[in-house]
Nanobody, 113 residues
């Protein structure tokens, strides 16, 4: 079992940047990792994925603005978010596993206009 803890959320003005971190309690080198986000009344949305080999994929809404990365030595996954928009406001969750069976508690990101 892997425990995930997110950090780095907060309040930022539109156009600004935030960096999220996801620290894992165990080794993640063999686990595909990702970031999801959710707003009230909406389904959880997959934002970015990074495979064990470092391959990445992004939701169309964040392509060119967000970057996912991982440091297996530190068992940590990152999400760099630039050019933030009010519609990026959400609770961001770190997740991992072949069936996305590992989840963090979430961190709030609020982008003001």
């Amino acid at each position: 079992q892997v425990r995930l803890v997110e950090s780095g959320g907060g309040l930022v003005q539109a156009g600004g940047s935030l960096s999220l971190s996801c620290a894992a309690s165990g080794n993640i080198f063999s686990i595909t990792m990702g970031w999801y986000r959710q707003t009230p009344g909406k389904q959880r949305e997959l934002v970015a994925v990074i495979t064990t080999g470092g391959g990445t994929n992004y939701a169309d809404s964040v392509k060119g603005r967000f970057t996912i990365s991982r440091d297996n030595a530190k068992n940590t996954v990152y999400l760099q978010m630039n050019s933030l928009k009010p519609e990026d406001t959400a609770v961001y969750y770190c997740s991992g596993g072949r069936l996305w069976n590992y989840w963090g508690q979430g961190t709030q990101v609020t982008v003001s206009s």
